[in-house]
Each structure stands twice: as structure tokens, then as C-alpha cells.
């Protein structure tokens, strides 16, 4: 849109300059000059560089100075020349605009003067026009920055929220599991034990019927239950909640952790990957000198993976010693994984369990 009005805007000072031209000299002799203060003009508005635009209007200068006829279309090449860097050489133009006036009648000059101060009026719009625009243009790009990032802390929030979510329900179910092993379990074992002292005092045969009946129900009930508070303790065990913990309270280095689990990997592989965590870290503050480390979790649609990493220097390292290292393996060969330990540039253990065959 601005575009389209500078256009106009040219337009107009084009026609009140072939207006006064026409009205001074006799146009078929100095087409030729006229045809270059119209390259002059075109150059102005087409390129950018202000240095160029600065030698194309000292060469407009010379040429007025040198025809003073030209002057009249001062007021065409002030509208590019104006509010750029180097417009103060622009000044010189009062030198073949004096001499023009001294030539000129004084209608024609008052003419020029009137259109020359329209020009730079029109120029002083265009200015402003351009100023709010780019105002305009900053705002927008706040506006859209701002809302990316209100929707990223949205996602953020939300993936928080879920996040609390997850601990809270882990954790009521975790007190549930408590309160019914702490209190019905209680109070079956004493049924139990009360019906098997009444079946060891009962002489009735046909009571004793009765009282094993209740005693094996009691006892079923018991297993029940205790299996079922098992089961509900098992998976309220969060294993990003159980590994942040032990990633704040590791204090040796800096540590970077990256839990990219979507699907709960079971109760067995939990504690594993939990146990493999706590000894990997435990080996890292006895035998590495390290000042940076990290634990990766992802998932791939086969497998899960564990990467420890750090990068300490390894000395003398042997697979065979070192009980925890043995542990670590032998734990992942349970679950029929992979483990590889990588001691190039720092030490490694890469471990993928494959998901086919878990237990939960």
C-alpha cells in the first residue's frame, strides 16, 4: 500500500514539473535532459543504497547548475533525496535553484517554490506513513511472538498438570493400598485366627464343617486381598517420579535427565531400571572424574532404552570386576536385553530391553 502512494505521490510531482517545464522552455530541444532527471528519479526510487542515491543527486545538482531549467523538477528528486542518511549534501541544490530564480520570471519561480514545498510535505506524510507502519509491523511480530510463547507456556502448564495429576493419583493409590493393609488385612488375620481357634475347640463335627467352610474363605479372602494391595503398591511406583528424586539428590556433577516414556514398562523392569540408575551413579561418584553426566529414557515401538553417559576418562577398565557392573548385566539379561558399555570419549552404558515377552 505505501508503495502505492510514494507511486502517486512521484506521479504528482511529475506532472507539476513537466507542467513548469513545458510552461519555460521548449521541450523537443532538451529531451535528452529531461529523459535523464527521469532515470535520475527512477534510480532514486529503485535502489536502496544511499550512498548511490547521494552521487545521483549530486550529479542532478550539477546538471541544474549547469541548465537551470532543470530546477523545475527539483521538487521530483527532493521526494527520494529527503530523510535519507547522507541528505545533507542536498543542500548544495540551493545553488542552481538561486541561479534559476535569477533567470526565471517571478510567477514561474513562485510556482516552483509551491511545488517544491509540496514535494517535501508529500514526502513528510510518506515518512510518517513508513514510521507507523513499521511500528505496526513491530507490534505484530510482538503480538505473534507473544502468543507463541503463551502457547507454549500453555502446553507447559498442561503437561504439568498432568504431570501432578499422574503423582497424585500414584499416591492415592499408594494410601489405599496402606488403608486396606493396614486395616482390613488386620482385621482378616484376626477373623482367620479367631475361626481357627473356634474349629480347635468345636466338638460338633457338623460345626467343624462350618467353621473349616469359613476358615478357607477367610483365608482365600486374605490372599485376595493381600494380592490385590500388592498389585495396587506395584503400580503406584512412578518411575520418572522415583528417578527425578534420585536425580536431585545427586549433587557429585552436573546431570541432565531426559524421561521420554509413554507406556508404563511394568513393576520388574521399573525397579530394574531404577536399581541400574542408583549403581550407575554410585560408580560415577567412586571411580570417575567427571564434570558432566546424563540418563536418557526413550521408547521405541520394539524397546526401551536406558543411556548413562559421562565424560570422564577411563583407565584400566575391566568388565569382569566390579560387582555392580555384574549386577547391571545380569539384571538387563533377565529380560532378555542388551547392554553395551562404551568407554570412548567418557563412559556409556547403553541398555535396550526389548518389549516382547515383558512381565508386568
Known sequence: MLKTA??????IMLVCSLAIYFAQSNFAVNVALVLIVFIISSFLSYFDDERLKTVLTLVFIILAWLYPVLIVFLPLIAYDMLYQQYNHYSILAVIPLIKFMHSASGQITAISLAFLLLGVLLRYRMSQLERIQGKYRKLT???REMALQ?????????????????????????????????????LLSSAILQAGALRTIAKDEKIKLHLDSLHATLAQAMDSTRDSVHKLYEESIDLNAQVEAIVQQFTFCELNY???????????????????????????????????????????????????RDNGSV???????????KNMIERVHSFKGNINIITDEGFEIFISIPKEGLQT
Open 6 to 11: 510514494g507511486l502517486v505521490d512521484k506521479f
Open 258 to 308: 531426559e524421561y521420554c516414556f509413554v507406556n508404563d514398562p511394568g513393576k520388574k523392569l521399573k525397579y530394574a531400571f531404577i536399581a541400574i540408575v542408583k549403581e550407575a551413579l554410585s560408580n560415577l561418584i567412586k571411580h570417575s572424574n567427571a564434570t558432566h553426566a546424563s540418563i536418557t529414557f526413550r521408547e521405541h515401538p520394539a524397546l526401551y532404552q536406558l543411556i548413562i
Open 150 to 186: 503463551l502457547q507454549k507456556q500453555n502446553k507447559e502448564l498442561i503437561e504439568k498438570q498432568d504431570n501432578e495429576i499422574n503423582i497424585a493419583t500414584l499416591n492415592e493409590r499408594n494410601r489405599i493400598a496402606r488403608e486396606i493393609h493396614d486395616n482390613v488385612g488386620h
Open 315 to 325: 583407565k584400566n577398565y575391566d568388565p569382569d570386576e566390579g560387582m555392580g557392573l
Open 141 to 143: 511480530d510482538a503480538a
